[in-house]
């Protein structure tokens, strides 16, 4: 199968979703788009109002923001791919519950697997910790990349619904996300070195992709 019929087949699943409660709440589901070979991976924490009406992740004014943001490091939408924890709104966009977050993970886990992006950029402190558990908090984490075990480079974010109305944040997210074409740079030049060279460990890749 293709990967945007692998694709389609989870949105089709996640639109008929009952593994958690949210399922009982939701208008629509949002199950996340964009570009199946797209380098970089966006995961955002849950669909806020706007989303759950339309079905469309970062739809709103957190949506319009980030979209600012990609336009100045010369991406489009349709660039990238944008996802969410989870898939369906939290009432009142309450925080998600542990036990919401693992059983959506089933679906943002294939779709990982399917776009194999070359960097997964974590915005907030929900996808941080749901894909760096026991790394730290996000004032710690944001703005470094690090390749995990599994082989994935993640860099964590602050939220741009977060940074939108706080100065200092804003700045720091601006800052943290105009590294995004630096970064795939260097993935680009390790995954050359390593073409032409040993392997080289976990380790040495964060090394490497210690910036500035
Ligand atoms: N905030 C998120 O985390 N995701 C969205 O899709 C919209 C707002
Ligand atoms: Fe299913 Fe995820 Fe929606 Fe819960 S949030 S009902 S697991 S799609």
Known sequence: MDKEKELQKIKEEVSVCDKCILSKTRTNTVPGEGNPDAEVLFIGEAPGENEDKKGIPFCGAAGKFLDEMLGKIGFDREDVFIANTLKCRPPGNRDPEDE????????????LKIIDPKLIVLMGRHAATTYLPGAGGISKLHGKPMRRPNGYIYLPLYHPAAALHNGGLR?????????????????NSISDQKHNQDKSNQKDVNKQLKLI
């Open 171 to 187: 700045e720091t997210l601006v800052d943290d996300f105009n590294k995004i074409p630096i970064i795939l740079k260097k993935i």
């Open 100 to 111: 919401e977050k693992n059983a959506c993970l089933f679906y943002l886990k294939r779709q």
